[in-house]
Antibody, heavy 120, light 107 residues
Framework: EVQLLESGGGLVQPGGSLRLSCAAS????????VSWVRQAPGKGLEWVST????????YYADSVKGRFTISGDNSKSTLYLQMHSLRAEDTAVYYC?????????????WGQGTTVTVSS | DIQMTQSPSFVSASVGDRVTITCRAS??????LVWYQQKPGKAPKLLIY???SLQSGVPSRFSGSGSGTDFTFTISSLQPEDFATYYC?????????FGGGTKVEIK
């Protein structure tokens, strides 16, 4: 079964750091683009970042550029999101998601989400 | 950045009704348009990709159409399990962007 399992969320103070992990199983991790998408409480979906399968290119939303870093460890089939300088507006459920074989055809497998709360 | 404008933001409908949601892109995106369903407390689920292709395992009462800037998502006969929030997303270019969502509620 194709699965994604996020971990690493929690409560962090403004200005703090956190690293999210997303463990993949049931598919060859290195052959699909994978992304982070977040959802603030009561709000819609917001794309955060994507790492390409083909050349490890990385892409970021302007709201997180320079503060967040996406990376992947193919040997562990795990995706990461390192988050620094966290702000209250980063509070959200963070989902990792795998792209379909054609990366521009949407995200077909999602994790259950991990909650990040930025508050003093 | 490509802005996605989804309407309506709320639909009240009955079981058996036909429901239509529209999504407009601020610039042409060919057919690079995706539709998701999200239920409370759950992750989104991919329903339609490439504007009109049905994801494997998704019931045929769901359909999508359109290209360029204007897209439509239709549920032909609303079922009890379809009450949820639906989002469009452009997959043409980064940054990926979502519509604001349409909540489908029971009348």
């Amino acid at each position: 079964e194709v699965q994604l399992l996020e971990s690493g969320g929690g409560l962090v103070q403004p200005g703090g750091s956190l690293r999210l992990s997303c463990a993949a199983s049931g598919f060859t991790f290195s052959t699909f683009a994978v992304s982070w998408v977040r959802q603030a409480p009561g709000k819609g979906l917001e794309w955060v970042s994507t790492i390409s399968d083909s050349d490890d290119s990385t892409y970021y939303a302007d709201s997180v550029k320079g503060r967040f870093t996406i990376s992947g460890d193919n040997s562990k089939s795990t995706l990461y999101l390192q988050m620094h300088s966290l702000r209250a507006e980063d509070t959200a459920v963070y989902y990792c998601a795998k792209s379909r074989a054609v990366a521009s055809s949407g995200m077909d497998v999602w994790g259950q989400g991990t909650t990040v709360t930025v508050s003093s | 950045d490509i802005q996605m404008t989804q309407s309506p933001s709320f639909v009240s409908a009955s079981v058996g009704d036909r429901v239509t949601i529209t999504c407009r892109a601020s610039q042409g995106i060919s057919s690079w348009l995706v539709w998701y369903q999200q239920k409370p407390g759950k992750a989104p689920k991919l329903l339609i990709y490439a504007a009109s292709s049905l994801q494997s395992g998704v019931p045929s009462r769901f359909s999508g159409s359109g290209s360029g800037t204007d897209f439509t998502f239709t549920i032909s006969s609303l079922q009890p399990e379809d009450f949820a929030t639906y989002y469009c997303q452009q997959s043409d270019s980064f940054p990926l962007t979502f519509g604001g969502g349409t909540k489908v509620e029971i009348k």
